[in-house]
């Protein structure tokens, strides 16, 4: 009888499969997936029998870096030290993981390496964020936020971001240590660039999934407009319906909302400078380093 189930892993050709119970199946596609241009990848829910996969659901949406679909949510994770934290990543990668339609959940981590007082000032400025996203503080040290990791990935497909040396490999040792996963000061031993063509796959994580491959690790906007950033700024699209003009691109209109709301505080300082670090960046992309005409 055919089953129901996740891709997780495929590698040369041969998909596992898992289904409710748990139970893997390696499998191959049917020929069909060619003629109809589907196919298969990690993440998809797919119907299967014997020894192929039949069916593939549609998705609810897909990733290319790495390439999984229908993924939950994005742990974007942010060291508050070592390197120091910075707003301006934060905001980067919170608009790339926006523009492709996922729920970002922001992770502060290796808080234990911050004084007190300076943890205290930066969660008053990252205060402004819970408005709009979850906010986990973690030490992969302490094991302060593990329990609130734990909940948050449960039954979800979690997707992994943030730069080289954030902490994401720790912080997945920390929630389960059989993983083992390489952390920087042992890859570093062992040389840059051995690992990079690893394949994609799925890992168990408590009671739900994430990739053991990072995502939007190419904090590129080479496929952007400038004007469509302010769709990413889910803060800004609210208010934006109040600006005085119709395509308002909240950088230097008069009777912007936005701006107001910046210089009134309502914004982040940090948020709205982001956002036009973001917006001119793109404005001065040369049309040769794109993409599509390379
Ligand atoms: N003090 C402290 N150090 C951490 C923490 N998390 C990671 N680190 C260190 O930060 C460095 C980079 O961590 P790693 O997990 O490899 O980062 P990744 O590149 O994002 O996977 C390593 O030296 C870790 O030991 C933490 O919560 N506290
Ligand atoms: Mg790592
Ligand atoms: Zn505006």
Partial sequence: MDKKGRIIKLIGGLYTVVD???????????????HRNIQPKVGDLVTFNEDSIIDVEDRSNDLY?????????????????KPDFSFLLLDKFLTLIEANNILPIIIITKVDLLESAE??????KINYYEKLYTVIYFSAKTFEGKQEVLDITKNKVN??????????????????????????E???????????????????????????TPGFSKLEFVDYQADQIRYYFPDFFKLSSKCKFYECTHIHE???????????????????????????????QKPIYRRDVK
């Fill in 254 to 284: 008069p009777g912007c909302e936005i701006i107001k709301a910046y210089e009134s505080g309502g914004i982040l300082k940090e948020r709205y400078e982001d956002y036009k670090f973001i917006y001119n960046e793109i404005k001065l």
């Fill in 65 to 81: 870096r790495p390439m999984i679909a229908n993924v939950d949510q994005v742990l974007l994770v942010n060291s508050a030290k």
């Fill in 119 to 124: 943890l205290e000032a930066l969660k008053a």
């Fill in 186 to 212: 042992i890859s570093e031993a062992l040389g840059r660039g051995k690992h990079t063509t690893r394949h994609v796959e799925l890992i168990t994580f408590g009671e739900g999934y994430i990739a053991d």
């Fill in 20 to 34: 409710d119970t748990k139970k893997r199946y390696t499998l191959k596609p049917l020929g069909i997936f060619r």
């Fill in 159 to 184: 997707v992994l971001a943030g730069q080289t040396g954030a902490g994401k490999s720790s912080l997945l040792n920390a929630i389960d240590p059989n993983l083992n996963i390489e952390t920087n």
